[in-house]
């Protein structure tokens, strides 16, 4: 069913990279002035840059996940997200490599819109195909070992729906379960009676919890006598909310709650992302208000413009993190006792200028350099002082694995308003642990967005947290 599933994808792939085409080359010879160079290097180039968008496109989003698993309405929902990417990557394209700006202009709206109306429907047709396939495909019978939770999460979420190929014989478990609608068939150890009495079955699906070692080595052991496929559920659950399964060499590995941007190419887009927005704010932006700032600073204090503060980045790695001072030149970041001191309400340590900055988060700007540099990135979970991070990395739950992603400029805890002071308020430390664990387990572009566009907001509104 795995190599089915891998076809299928790269089928919906290819098609929808096809259309693409199609819909391209059909909008330029509607064009005299792009009709005679339909095969020139220029064209070809552009074609290749818009696929290679759409691909990487498709696996952010998920499109092509188990398709025939979501309602169709979700799926367009999907698609129309792609699409605006897409388009806005072919103004993009256009804008630098164009010669006529004006057939530039009608190009991208003209391809545009015949994608918006010809790849709804090829997702429709792609659908109905699948479905009515998989309505024409014998389905696989199958035996669970297991009515537990594990086991009726399985039969709910693979075989109840219908459309990956499998149908229930019943289920072995050593706790009679007759609530079933007479699919329970009796307890573990009569695996070997009922394969000889349903000599159908082809997949053995084992859910059992896993201190049942020497049971399921037993079921296995049964199951490849009578030549049956067994696949065995991984028993996460008691220690992780979610897992992703890999091989290094032959060996099998589960990474509980697993971290989506270790995928390198997810990795390498957001990586992308940060140098294009980077690049252009220190142009259009950076270029005027970092002297104005500075220049600000410098009139109202003694003391350099940029502070500078170790602290830790992805994997513990230290960095140095860049800000605008925003405080005394003599002010101390450790106490009497040698606690961190954080920024409190009303801190004699900030100056006059500092307390705009700090309000504004102005004062994190400075960041973006390290953003060039790698070390950070626009967006992710915010990196503290290290003896924060001492402070807090034994008392705060899950506190140390914000470290597994490169930290960021602003974050979902922060425009959540988690920020500022948590001295002597474990809970509040913890609240904005919690908002960074979600945000690297639910990363995604349009999570991105969505921060940054509320960063700039806050920015506008004054951040009553801030000190």
Request: positive net charge; aromatic residues 14%.
């Amino acid at each position: 069913m795995k190599i089915y599933h891998r076809e299928r994808y790269l089928t919906r792939l290819f098609a929808d990279l096809a259309v693409i085409s199609l819909c391209y080359y059909v909008t330029r010879a509607f064009f005299p002035i792009y009709a005679e160079q339909l095969l020139s290097v220029r064209n070809v180039a552009l074609l290749g840059f818009l696929l290679s968008v759409w691909y990487f496109i498709s696996k952010f989003i998920k499109l092509y996940d188990i398709f025939l698993m979501r309602s169709l309405a979700k799926e367009l929902v999907m698609l129309f997200q792609a699409l605006i990417i897409l388009s806005g990557a072919v103004v993009a394209a256009l804008f630098f490599e164009s010669r006529e700006p004006e057939y530039s202009k009608l190009f991208a709206m003209s391809f545009s819109c015949l994608l918006f109306i010809v790849m709804p429907v090829e997702k429709y047709l792609m659908r109905w195909y699948y479905a009515s396939k998989m309505a024409e495909r014998k389905s696989i019978p199958l035996m669970i070992i297991g009515a537990g939770e594990m086991g009726m999460q399985f039969y709910n979420n693979v075989v109840e729906r219908g459309d990956m190929g499998y149908k229930l014989v019943g289920f072995l478990d050593d706790v009679k379960k007759p609530g079933l609608n007479g699919k329970y068939l009796g307890a573990t150890d009569q695996l070997n009676h009922f394969l000889h009495k349903h000599d159908e079955v082809e997949d053995v699906i084992v859910a059992l919890p896993g201190r049942e070692v020497d049971k399921i080595k037993n079921i296995i052991r049964v199951s490849e006598l009578h030549a049956k496929r067994v696949r065995v559920i991984p028993d996460y659950h008691a220690y992780a909310k979610s897992a992703s399964f890999s091989f290094i060499g032959t060996m099998p590995l589960i990474s509980p709650d697993p971290v989506l941007l270790d995928d390198p190419e997810l990795r390498i887009f957001k990586r992308i992302f940060d140098l294009v927005i980077t690049s252009i704010t220190f142009i259009f932006i950076f270029s005027w208000l970092f002297p104005v700032i500075a220049v600000l600073i410098k009139l109202t204090s003694k003391g350099p413009v940029f502070f500078k503060q170790k602290r830790w980045g992805v994997h513990k790695v230290p960095i140095i993190c860049y800000k605008f001072r925003t405080m005394m030149m003599d002010s101390r970041d450790v106490d009497e006792k040698g606690k961190y001191q954080q920024a409190r309400k009303n801190d004699p340590r900030v100056t006059k200028i500092g307390k705009f900055l700090r309000k504004t988060s102005l004062d994190e700007l400075p960041q973006f350099i390290n953003v060039l540099k790698g070390s950070m990135s626009i967006v992710g979970p915010r990196p503290h002082p290290i003896p924060l991070n001492l402070e807090s990395k034994d008392k705060i739950n899950d506190y140390m694995r914000r470290n597994l992603v490169i930290p960021g400029i602003t974050g979902w805890a922060q425009v959540n308003g988690y920020r500022g002071e948590t001295r002597n308020n474990p809970a509040k430390m913890q609240a904005r642990i919690n908002h960074d664990i979600w945000y690297i387990e639910n990363w995604s572009f349009w999570l991105d967005m969505q921060i940054i566009l509320q960063t700039v907001i806050n920015i506008f509104k004054g951040e009553k947290n801030a000190y």
